[in-house]
C-alpha cells in the first residue's frame, strides 16, 4: 500500500467547515423541525362527515350514555383544572422560595399542559351537550361568556 494512500491528506483534513458543522445534519433536523410547525397550524380533514345523531347510531350510545360521557368529561376537565392551578402556584412557589427560574418555567409549561387538556375536555363536553360536532372555539368561547347564538 503507498504511503499516500495511508495518511490522505487533501485540502478537506484542514479546512471543511461544512463538514466540522454537519451541515446535512442540520439542513435534515430544521426541515424536520419545520414541519412539525406547518402540521401544528394545518387543520386536519375529518375522516368522516356525519350530525351527531349518525354518530350516536354509529357508536351505539343513548342519551343516558351522552349524559354520564358529559358527566366524565366535565369531571375530568375540573380535575386538570385544579391540578393546573396547583401546578401554577407552585412554579410561584419556586420563583420565590428557591428562586430557579427552570424550575419556575417548567411549572408554566406544565401548567399549559394541564390547561389544554382540561379545555379539550371541556371542549368535548360542550359538543355533546349542544348535541352538534365541528363546533369551533369561538362558539364555545360564546357558550362561556353568555353570549347569544350558541344555545339550542
Keep these: 500500500m503507498a504511503i499516500r494512500d495511508v495518511f490522505k491528506i487533501n485540502r478537506k483534513t484542514f479546512?471543511?467547515?461544512?463538514?466540522?458543522?454537519d451541515v446535512t445534519a442540520v439542513r435534515n433536523l430544521n426541515s424536520t423541525i419545520w414541519g412539525s410547525i406547518k402540521n401544528l397550524?394545518?387543520?386536519?380533514?375529518?375522516?368522516?362527515?356525519?350530525?351527531?345523531d349518525e354518530?350516536?347510531?354509529?357508536?351505539?350510545?343513548?342519551?343516558?350514555?351522552?349524559?354520564?360521557?358529559?358527566?366524565?368529561y366535565t369531571g375530568i376537565a375540573w380535575m386538570f383544572f385544579i391540578l393546573g392551578i396547583i401546578v401554577f402556584l407552585y412554579s410561584f412557589y419556586l420563583i420565590f422560595a428557591h428562586v430557579t427560574i427552570s424550575g419556575f418555567i417548567l411549572g408554566l409549561v406544565s401548567t399549559a399542559l394541564f390547561l389544554s387538556q382540561a379545555f379539550q375536555y371541556h371542549f368535548w363536553a360542550f359538543?355533546?351537550?349542544?348535541?352538534?360536532?365541528?363546533?369551533?372555539?369561538?362558539?364555545?368561547?360564546?357558550?362561556?361568556l353568555g353570549e347569544k347564538g350558541t344555545h339550542s
Excluded: C
Excluded at 479546512?15 to 458543522?21: C, S
Excluded at 354518530?55 to 366524565?72: F, P
Design 55 to 72: 354518530a350516536m347510531h354509529r357508536l351505539d350510545m343513548s342519551e343516558t350514555d351522552i349524559e354520564q360521557a358529559i358527566k366524565n
Design 127 to 144: 359538543q355533546m351537550r349542544q348535541k352538534r360536532l365541528g363546533l369551533t372555539f369561538k362558539d364555545w368561547k360564546q357558550y362561556m
Design 41 to 52: 397550524f394545518r387543520v386536519p380533514a375529518p375522516d368522516r362527515v356525519e350530525s351527531f
Design 15 to 21: 479546512l471543511y467547515p461544512t463538514g466540522w458543522l
